[in-house]
């Protein structure tokens, strides 16, 4: 990663912030498989995952990226399929600081929230890259006007980019 990142810096336009997906991108979430995500979308009780968080690990490599990320002067965020709330939850317990943090919302596009997310950090999409785990998350960071860098390393069945941290 940390080779086709420098690559986007070195260019003029320049990387501003690096965005990424949360389940199998940043944190290995597996732990919250089976999880009734009805009960907690419409209670926003999640007390139900709370006691899951201690069995999410972070990817080997994530906290050099992120650390490389800030020394060169690039906002990173995370936007998630899942409740901010449980995204937070979790980048709190592994001690991951990040500038923004966009999670679901009703009737709104993944890319619609990339969007949200490039607005609180104040850079343009031009000069944004998203590093999602699935075809899906390219198509929406193309609707979006990002850049994309495919994280296999989370879903090892994906053959579209990387397969550690470290590569990138």
């Known amino acids: ?6 690559d986007y810096i070195s260019n003029d336009d320049g990387i501003k912030a690096v965005l990424f997906d949360f389940d199998f991108t940043l944190v290995n979430t597996i732990a919250f498989k089976g ?11 999640i007390s139900v995952v709370e006691d899951l968080i201690p069995q999410t690990t972070v990817y080997n490599g994530i ?9 060169n002067g690039i906002k990173v965020g995370v936007v998630s399929n899942r409740l901010e709330s449980i995204v937070n939850a ?4 592994h001690g ?10 009703p009737n709104s596009t ?7 997310a490039l607005n609180k950090l104040g ?12 075809p899906w998350d390219n198509a929406e960071a193309h609707k979006a006007g990002m850049e994309f860098i495919g994280a296999t390393w989370g879903n090892k069945r994906l053959k579209m ?3 550690s941290p470290k590569e990138i």
């Open 96 to 105: 991951i600081k990040v500038d923004a943090v966009v999670g679901e919302r």
């Open 63 to 71: 906290e050099e990226l992120l650390n490389y990320l800030y020394t």
């Open 35 to 45: 999880i009734d995500k009805e009960y907690i979308r419409a209670t926003d009780d």
């Open 161 to 163: 980019g990387y397969n």
């Open 110 to 116: 993944k890319s619609n929230r990339m969007g949200e």
């Open 1 to 6: 990663i940390t080779e086709v990142i420098e």
């Open 90 to 93: 979790t980048l709190a317990h």
């Open 123 to 134: 850079v343009n999409p031009h000069n944004a890259i998203y590093v999602g785990d699935s």
